[in-house]
C-alpha cells in the first residue's frame, strides 16, 4: 500500500469533487491531513492504475501533475517476471522489454541470458 501526499490538491485541481469521486470509486482513500490544505491518498497499485486511467480519458490537464504523482510509484518487475515475459513471447526484442517493462538494461540482458541457457 502506497501513502502519497498530495499539497494542495484542492487549489491545484480545477473540478475536484469529480476527481475526488473517482478516487472513491477506484477504493483508495482520499484524506485531508489535519487542517491544511494538503492531502494524503493510500492505495495499492492496481487502484492508482485505474485513477491514472480514468484521468487521462477525461483529459482534464488540471489533472496531469496527479497522474504524474502516482505513475511515479510504478512498481518494478522482478527477474521472474522478466523471464517469464521474454519464455511467454520469445520474439520480443531487448528494447521491446525495456519499454514495456521499465526495466534497465542490464537486467533486460540477464533475463534474456537465463532464457537462453536454459
Given at each position: 500500500?502506497?501513502?502519497?501526499?498530495?499539497?494542495?490538491?484542492?487549489?491545484?485541481?480545477?473540478?475536484?469533487?469529480?476527481?475526488?469521486?473517482?478516487?472513491?470509486?477506484?477504493?483508495?482513500?482520499?484524506?485531508r491531513k489535519g487542517?491544511?490544505?494538503?492531502?494524503?491518498?493510500?492505495?495499492?497499485?492496481?487502484?492508482?492504475?485505474?485513477?491514472?486511467?480514468?484521468?487521462?480519458?477525461?483529459?482534464?490537464?488540471?489533472?496531469?501533475?496527479?497522474?504524474?504523482?502516482?505513475?511515479?510509484?510504478?512498481?518494478?518487475?522482478?527477474?521472474?517476471?522478466l523471464v517469464a515475459?521474454?519464455?511467454?513471447?520469445?520474439?520480443?526484442?531487448?528494447?521491446?522489454l525495456i519499454t514495456?517493462?521499465?526495466?534497465?538494461?542490464?537486467?533486460?540482458?540477464?533475463?534474456?541470458?537465463?532464457?537462453?541457457?536454459?
Open positions: 500500500m502506497f501513502d502519497i501526499q498530495l499539497n494542495s490538491f484542492i487549489r491545484r485541481v480545477e473540478q475536484a469533487n469529480e476527481f475526488k469521486a473517482l478516487i472513491k470509486s477506484s477504493g483508495a482513500q482520499l484524506n487542517r491544511s490544505r494538503h492531502w494524503r491518498l493510500a492505495g495499492n497499485w492496481s487502484q492508482f492504475e485505474f485513477i491514472i486511467h480514468h484521468a487521462q480519458l477525461r483529459d482534464e490537464p488540471s489533472w496531469q501533475w496527479v497522474i504524474a504523482q502516482l505513475s511515479e510509484y510504478k512498481p518494478k518487475p522482478n527477474m521472474a517476471d515475459i521474454v519464455r511467454h513471447n520469445p520474439t520480443i526484442t531487448l528494447q521491446q514495456e517493462t521499465d526495466c534497465t538494461l542490464v537486467e533486460a540482458r540477464k533475463a534474456f541470458d537465463i532464457v537462453a541457457w536454459e
